[in-house]
């Protein structure tokens, strides 16, 4: 069935440094990648996603970059700061089966 | 607007009893579904539905029934809890279509069975 391995599972950086986040799916019809966001007792935010069409998105501190000959999507967070720390989980979907199936998530640690 | 809505925040259950979590939404949404929270395992899919009448199982029915009578409706039944089944659970909704819409979270419930 469809997979989607995300790595690491838990990211200490300075604050101030940048943070990358990887993710692997195994269904190559996947054409939607969400990223969320989740902080300590609350529910998971959506960040920022792309679309199978593009290769890269920005918004502000955050971006995202999709590969899909190997497969693989990244989170990249610059300049991070203290308020970025949260539980992160990448996601991957496809057209008409809208079965959302979730990273095991990355805990981000941003150290004053 | 309230969004995605679920009840209650917390439940104790014992072993064998079984209980409805419940799970409205405000939006319109054709799609729903639920999911549970486990530490070190992410989000894994219980059942989902893409419309009233309609619903399908995900990565980890078992144990589960939900029915979708209404859109804005999508309750999840524990027939027999197990301690297994001790865990966060997020019902979200959202859009269908050709071009997927993002996810929308409820609060989440938060089991326990002894």
């Known amino acids: 069935g469809e997979n989607v391995e995300q790595h690491p599972s838990t990211l200490s950086v300075q604050e101030g440094d940048s943070a990358v986040i990887k993710c692997t799916y195994s269904d190559s019809a996947s054409n939607y990648f969400p990223w969320y966001k989740q902080e300590l007792g609350k529910r998971p935010q959506l960040i920022i996603d792309?679309?199978?069409?593009?290769g890269e998105k920005k918004d502000q501190r955050i971006a995202v970059t999709l590969n899909k000959t190997a497969k693989h999507f990244s989170l990249h967070i610059t300049e991070t700061q203290p308020e970025d720390s949260a539980v992160y989980f990448c996601a991957a979907t496809t057209s008409g089966t809208y079965k959302y199936i979730f990273g095991t998530g990355t805990r981000l640690k941003v150290l004053a | 607007n309230a969004g995605v809505t679920q009840t209650p925040k917390f439940q104790v259950l014992k072993t064998g009893q079984s209980m409805t979590l419940q799970c409205a939404q405000d939006?319109?949404?054709?799609?729903m579904s639920w999911y549970r929270q486990d530490p070190g395992m992410g989000l894994r899919l219980i059942h989902y539905?893409?419309?009233?009448?309609?619903?399908d199982q995900g990565e980890v029915p078992n144990g589960y029934n939900v029915s979708r009578s209404t859109t804005e409706d999508f309750p999840l039944r524990l027939l027999s809890a197990a301690p297994s089944q001790t865990s966060v659970y997020f019902c979200?909704?959202?859009?269908?279509?050709?071009?997927?819409?993002?996810?929308?979270f409820g609060n989440g419930t938060r089991l326990t069975v002894t």
């Open positions: 979200a909704s959202s859009y269908t279509g050709i071009l997927h819409s993002p996810l929308h």
């Open positions: 539905s893409v419309g009233a009448g309609i619903t």
């Open positions: 939006m319109n949404h054709e799609y």
């Open positions: 792309i679309r199978s069409n593009v």
